[in-house]
């Protein structure tokens, strides 16, 4: 794959396996279409706050939002209703003290884990990956 400008810090498959999206330490998104793996296309360059490595990329179950885990502290979504015109929901999710660096999606919402010096992980939650603008609460886990 041809395209990337920075080192890729993650990557992620949507579950029926057309959609790749790799996150980068520029803070870009690339989002590819993989239907023919033999010649991926560039659908789209997504943009996290600027200068921010995306650490973490994940897609819901149905592969209609996206979700990037930024080392400015924030998760950014975008609705993927169209993956050639991706849709930002308006102002990312923000709330921890430190580096968001995994996202993942439970229960339909996204969830985003950081590890402190103590290894107690930290979890951003989100009600539902739809407009109005998405608020998180973040939360303590065992």
Same mark, same amino acid.
């Given at each position: 794959?041809?395209?990337?400008? +920075?080192? #890729?810090?993650?990557?992620?498959?949507?579950?029926?396996?057309?959609?790749?999206?790799?996150?980068?330490?520029?803070?870009? #998104?690339? $989002?590819?279409?993989?239907?023919?793996?033999? =010649?991926?296309?560039?659908?789209?360059? $997504?943009?996290?706050?600027?200068?921010? @490595?995306?650490? +973490?990329?994940?897609?819901?179950?149905?592969?209609?939002?996206?979700?990037?885990?930024?080392?400015?502290?924030?998760?950014?979504?975008? %609705?993927?209703?169209? &993956?050639?015109?991706?849709?930002?929901? =308006?102002?990312?999710?923000?709330? &921890?003290?430190? *580096?968001? *660096?995994? %996202?993942?999606? @439970?229960?339909?919402?996204?969830? %985003?884990?950081?590890?402190?010096?103590?290894? =107690? +992980?930290?979890?951003?939650?989100?009600?539902? &990956?739809?407009?109005?603008?998405?608020?998180?609460?973040?939360?303590?886990? &065992?």
């Amino acid at each position: 794959m041809t395209g990337l400008t +920075s080192v #890729v810090e993650s990557v992620a498959f949507s579950q029926n396996g057309r959609l790749l999206a790799a996150g980068s330490t520029d803070g870009t #998104v690339q $989002l590819w279409d993989t239907a023919d793996p033999r =010649r991926p296309k560039v659908l789209a360059t $997504l943009q996290t706050t600027e200068g921010a @490595q995306a650490f +973490s990329v994940a897609f819901s179950r149905d592969g209609l939002t996206l979700a990037v885990a930024s080392a400015d502290r924030t998760v950014w979504l975008w %609705v993927l209703a169209n &993956p050639g015109q991706p849709t930002r929901l =308006r102002e990312p999710l923000s709330g &921890p003290t430190s *580096y968001l *660096y995994h %996202v993942i999606f @439970q229960s339909g919402r996204p969830d %985003v884990s950081r590890r402190e010096r103590r290894r =107690r +992980s930290t979890a951003v939650g989100h009600e539902q &990956p739809t407009p109005p603008p998405a608020t998180g609460q973040a939360v303590d886990r &065992p």
